[in-house]
């Protein structure tokens, strides 16, 4: 079914849509225009909780905007995906840069939009590069914030069917083969842990964007940024809540976006201070990059300063004690 020009007025299509609305908003700073261009109700899920209603958005925009003044975002590609005949998922890659500062980090801003108006986002950000490029301590960035939790669809369980309806409803069934790798990827090698298997979803030149504006190369690099991510919450899962497809040759091909949520308890290598032994929900997005069968890049994307929050927010008032005697 195609998609009615309701969805994108008054631009060509979803992807000029998300491009010349967020420069807007985020570069022409017309924080007023989020009361056009978001629904009274809006939810937005951030990695350090849900915000429900378009007030938050405007004012955490403002303040965002004020102290990231000579900062400037730039998409670097979106993924978006029909959802029905008037509304449209977007999966934004935007690459920001300083004006006067040498200060490169990603963000990935998943939107749902309803007839040309946000419905539900999730947003998540790197902002450990930051901290790492201005030379600040994330532990003391994460003491000055909270994680406050999250609310509505954030808190159902993960979709039985992703390929069906993810977090945003139902889907067209778009590139289903490759869709199947990508999710058959996450599920062996993500959650069955069965780390020799990268050979057989990725090339050999593969390519992982990591926080920390950190490049991973080659199946090696992969494995080790895994085992990064994951030592501090061994026994973790990854819930795949959402899930679209997009072709276009100005950005290599085929695109698959997947929205993630890190789901385990802080018992592992306490990489960010004393275990807590508490569960920890971590928000993720992905975009892979799949050409002849194959996933040739990976973008990933989380907020490593919001997951030291809320780790900060499980401790209690006696030490959690484990150590690995393997």
Known sequence: ????????????????????????????????????????????????????????????SLMRQAYGANRIGQAEDVVWEARGDDAFLSSHLVFGAGADLPHMSRTIANCLYRRGRMVEEWVVRDTLAAALQEGLDPDVLAAAVAFVGYTGSMTQPAPVDVLAAGDSGPRSDDYRPEAQLVLEFVERVWNGRELEKVHDFMIRDLFLHDVGYRTWIRPEGYKRSLLRLLAPFPTASFEVRDLQTNYDERYGGLRIAVLWKLVGDYIGVPDFGPLTGARTELLGVSQFLVQRGRIVKEYRVYDQIALRAQINAGRGEQPYLKINIY
């Open 1 to 60: 079914m195609p998609l009615e020009e309701i969805a994108y007025e008054p631009y060509t299509d979803p992807e000029e849509f998300i491009r010349e609305v967020t420069d807007f908003i985020w570069v022409d700073r017309a924080i007023g225009y989020i009361r056009q261009n978001y629904e009274p109700d809006s939810v937005v899920h951030t990695s350090l909780g849900t915000i429900n209603g378009r007030d938050d958005v405007i004012s955490g």
